[in-house]
């Protein structure tokens, strides 16, 4: 029995919860995703959970330690939630503006990362030298490792964001 001679109760219910969900979230680009031929589970993640808590994580973090922090840290802190948020908002929308911001967001977010674990390096290194110098150069790594997979696995999903790749390239 093919599609067209069912009823509601027939047809399958997949696609009939999907557009359940989209019209319940507002995020109508999700479509965008199922057209895809690579698999975009990972952005489906990044974009709607772990963008939004660490947004969330950060804005808590920050009002939290308000005061423990050096002025100018804790101003460039919140520089990089604002920064997060806009990414967010561009991001989840499949935008080509999202697509480049986020790149943006991965390597400035490395280096701010980065930066804050040599500042660490500095502030324990008379105490704890051989212990922190080691967990710095991991998560430094850590961090160029977990930027390069992301530019990787964005580049390949380039066609999201950028529906006119053939002529850019």
Do not use: H
Not at 9 to 21: D, F, G, L, Y
Not at 42 to 47: E, P, S, V
Not at 110 to 129: D, N, P, W
């Amino acid at each position: 029995m093919d599609n067209e001679n069912m009823n509601d109760s027939q047809k399958p219910q997949k696609s009939r919860a999907k557009e359940i969900i989209y019209k319940i979230t507002g995020w109508d680009y999700l479509k965008e995703t199922d057209k895809c031929a690579r698999p975009v589970n990972w952005l489906k993640f990044y974009i709607y959970l772990q963008m939004p808590f660490g947004i969330i994580y950060g804005t808590y973090t920050r009002i939290s330690k308000w005061g423990y922090y050096e002025i100018g840290l804790s101003i460039i802190s919140i520089l990089m939630i604002l920064f997060q948020i806009v990414v967010y908002i561009y991001l989840r929308k499949l935008t080509k503006t999202g697509y480049y911001l986020n790149i943006a967001y991965l390597i400035i977010g490395a280096v701010f990362s980065c930066a804050m674990y040599i500042q660490a390096m500095f502030v324990y290194s008379l105490t704890y030298y051989s212990s922190v110098i080691g967990i710095v150069l991991f998560l430094m790594i850590w961090d160029v490792i977990y930027v390069l997979l992301n530019v990787v696995y964005f580049k390949k999903r380039r066609d999201l964001f950028i529906k006119d790749v053939e002529k850019q390239v």
